[in-house]
């Protein structure tokens, strides 16, 4: 899980940034799946005061609840595959549903190991889409995010290319795209690209202020690897 380790680094450095590609890599793909929502409930309280460990152990226990939710799905649509080995839509949701399950590992058990392999099973879930059902247009981006979790960046960098050709109007693949190039790749300029497409495609006025902002710190960072240390 190299690239997640390299995201949490960089996000201290950008947190716009990571919080943006934590967004798109995981409520960007795994919409329908309430993976973030005991996430997000973690108790603003200091340790110390009363609720705290109260919370703490209501949010494990929601977690938990949902992972067993997943693996349950997951087993159920094992089942289901057995008898319907080339249904392209039973592959697709056996890769979301296997890729919600790697993030709950990761996210809340920290369980590197874990998380790895389920994202290499959902990995190859999408593989399998796309050899059944080659016009499906999402599967490219979900394989490009599914790689970056498993830190195969040659991988993710085809996947983004690809969601891209596949429908330029799609500014959730740009931005995953710009985010991925800036953040794993340190390639700034293929990251700006990205982010003038997204604006060249009229986003919302909240899109379109968030990319130009991105844009400046992108300038920035280029300012700043470029500079020889003293």
Not at 45 to 52: E, F, N, Y
Not at 99 to 122: H, I, R, T, W
């Amino acid at each position: 899980m190299g690239f997640m380790s390299s995201l949490r680094s960089f996000g201290r450095r950008r947190p716009a940034w990571g919080i943006a590609l934590t967004a798109v890599l995981v409520l960007g793909l795994v919409a329908g799946y309430a993976v973030w929502t005991p996430l997000a409930g973690v108790s603003s309280q200091q340790p110390g005061q009363v609720d705290a460990a109260k919370e703490l152990e209501e949010w494990q226990k929601a977690v938990r609840d949902q992972i067993s939710q997943r693996e349950a799905e997951i087993a159920e649509l094992e089942k289901q595959l057995e008898d319907k080995p080339q249904d392209a839509d039973l592959w697709l949701k056996l890769g979301d549903t296997r890729y919600a399950l790697g993030y709950l590992y990761l996210m809340s058990e920290n369980d590197g190991a874990k998380a790895e392999g389920v994202f290499k099973e959902a990995l190859e879930s999408y593989e399998k889409v796309r050899e059944l059902n080659p016009a499906e247009k999402g599967v490219f981006l979900r394989i490009a995010n599914t790689a970056v979790f498993l830190g195969d960046n040659e991988r993710a960098e085809a996947g983004y290319r690809e969601a891209v050709a596949a429908d330029p109007a799609d500014n959730n693949a740009r931005m995953s795209y710009a985010l991925f190039l800036a953040m794993a790749k340190e390639d700034y300029d293929g990251a700006i690209a990205q982010w003038q497409k997204i604006l060249e495609n009229s986003p919302e006025p909240d899109l379109a202020d968030q990319v130009r902002q991105f844009i400046e710190q992108a300038e920035e960072m280029k300012k700043t690897a470029s500079t020889p240390a003293q």
